[in-house]
Structures are given as C-alpha cells and as structure tokens.
C-alpha cells in the first residue's frame, strides 16, 4: 500500500468522471438531520448537487458565496458560522495536501473562513486530486495570510526578516486590492524553502493583525483523493 494511503475505491463506471468518483464516495458520509459544511471548488459543488438529491433534510453551513448562493437555491437551510457551535461533518479542497494531515489552501482568499468551520467540524474531509497529495509542501504555492490593513506595513517588514517576498494580492476585476469579505488584505507570502513551515506558520499567525494564514495544522481527519490515471479515488487515512 502506498505510503499514507487508505482504503482504494474504484470508479463504479468507466465513463464516470473523477469528480463524479470522489462525489460518489463522499455522499454516504452525510446523514439526514447533519449539519454540514461545504467549501468552496467545483468538486464541493457537484458534492452539494448530489446530496440534494439524497439528503436534503441538513443544515448548511459555507465559508463561500458561491457554494452559499447554490445551497440555497437548491433549498438547503442555510445559517451563518457564527450560528453554529457545532458541525458534524465538513468537505473542502485544497491546493496542497501531506501525509500527515497538513494542507495548503491558498487560490480562494477565504482561508479564515474555511478554519473556523474545519475547527467547528467533528470530521473535516478534503476531497482533491491525488496529485496534490506530495511528501513536501512545494513553494509554487503561496502562505497566504488575511491581514487587517494598519499592520501591513508590519507584516511585510515580518515576511521579509524571515526570508521571505510578499505580494499584496491586487484585483482582476477592478483597480484596486483583493479584499476579503471583512475588507482585510490578503498578502501571498513565498519562500524558498518550506522546510519548516509550521515554526514559519506559527510565527507568522502570531503576528499582530495576522488574522489568520492558509495552513492548515492537523485540521483534516481525512481526504478523498482521486487519481486521473487509474479512476480510482483513495482515502489518506
């Protein structure tokens, strides 16, 4: 078996598409009368498409207005985070996955969000590519971190100490900076050397106005990983 690797499951049909494989076996973990949590990404998408056909008695609970604005068409009960002092089970992507349960999440912006419910969440499950799973965190994917916008100045003279070049992430669609949805900063942090990136993490998320950063620290019970090659989608644990 290969190295933190659990069980395998194979794609019940050869035209089924990998998204559709790693849905299929993610579904029967939702259990009427749950409350859920559901991330943002296309595979999160179809996941909420799906259980709206099966398990529509839950309560939703989302750190992404897309995945928000879906759930609620699809005529979940949706209610804010803030509601919640409880999740049963939570579903997300990531950018970068390691063995040990530790996972990059860095394109969305709304990593804060995304902590609060994978902290609130008795199962937090991540459902990717097999490719993203990697013996070492690669450094093309940023450390991002959400900041409020007084201690920028702080947390780019910080990065930079530790070794480190910050870019402050600016809009595609307007003139102007990308802000999260509490009007902080988002600044993509890349290193050399990811060697060390909980000590990295830990100081970073320490700093003052740091409200938080898109590592995730033992957050994941286990993940849901489908290979492109062989049609197959494996657990981590």
Not at 23 to 52: D, H, S, W
Not at 79 to 108: E, I
Not at 134 to 144: G, I, K, N, Q, S
Request: aromatic share 6%; proline share 4%; net charge negative.
């Amino acid at each position: 078996m290969q190295k933190g690797v659990g069980a395998v499951f194979t794609a019940p049909q050869l035209n089924m598409t990998l998204k559709q494989a790693i849905v299929t076996q993610a579904l029967p973990l939702i259990k009427p009368g749950m409350v859920v949590g559901f991330g943002g990404g296309t595979t999160v998408g179809e996941l909420v498409r799906q259980a709206a056909n099966l398990v529509n008695d839950i309560t939703v609970v989302t750190p992404s207005p897309t995945t928000r604005q879906l759930a609620t068409v699809l005529g979940y009960t949706v209610v804010s985070p803030q509601y919640c002092d409880r999740v049963d089970l939570a579903f997300d992507g990531c950018d970068q996955l390691d063995h040990h349960g530790n996972a990059l999440k860095s394109g969305g912006g709304i990593h804060t969000d995304e902590k609060i419910i994978a902290s609130l969440a008795d199962e937090y499950w991540l459902l990717a590519p097999k490719q993203r799973l990697v013996d070492e965190f690669d450094t093309a994917t940023p450390l991002v971190l959400e900041v409020l916008p007084a201690a920028l100045a702080l947390t780019m003279r910080a990065i930079s100490d530790l070794g480190g070049q910050a870019t402050l992430r600016t809009a595609t669609n307007r003139d102007g900076f990308t802000l999260s949805d509490r009007g902080n900063l988002l600044i993509d942090c890349h290193f050399a050397s990811y060697a060390h990136l909980g000590a990295l993490n830990q100081e970073l998320a320490t700093l003052a106005g740091v409200v938080e950063t898109s590592y995730f620290d033992q957050l994941v019970t286990n993940a849901l990983l489908g290979d492109e090659e062989t049609g197959k989608v494996t657990t981590l644990f």
